[in-house]
């Protein structure tokens, strides 16, 4: 089985900022790209950040400029830097991981959720 368990989420005043942190583990072969989606009380969740296994990355607009994702591969690690942080940043972040369990077999896997938010 393969889980990802996200740590780092908090409550934090306008201009704070935080890091969270997902880490996969379980039968992995390859952890390809690993990246957080967020979702907003009465809002659709949305992407935020993507990174792949050799580095690119991806941003939502909303957040370019202010957020960093990162990763370490030999901890099957990623990490989302947040700074600038903005009340509409408020919502809870899931973290997203497509992983290779076996040869040509590729699953998608989410963390747990952790609640952000982010008082004026």
């Known amino acids: 089985q393969v889980q990802l368990v996200e740590s780092g989420g908090g409550l934090v005043q306008a201009g704070g900022s935080l890091k969270l942190s997902c880490a996969a583990s379980g039968s992995i072969f390859r952890v390809n790209v690993m990246g957080w989606y967020r979702q907003a009380q009465g809002k659709q969740r949305e992407l935020v950040a993507t990174?792949?296994?050799?580095?690119?990355?991806y941003y939502a607009d909303s957040v370019k400029g202010r957020f960093t994702i990162s990763r370490d591969n030999a901890k099957n690690t990623a990490y989302l830097q947040m700074n600038g942080l903005k009340p509409e940043d408020t919502a809870v972040y899931y973290c997203h991981a497509d992983v290779t369990v076996a040869l040509s077999y590729n699953n998608v896997y989410w963390g747990q959720g952790t609640q952000v938010t982010v008082s004026s």
């Open positions: 990174i792949g296994n050799g580095g690119s990355t």
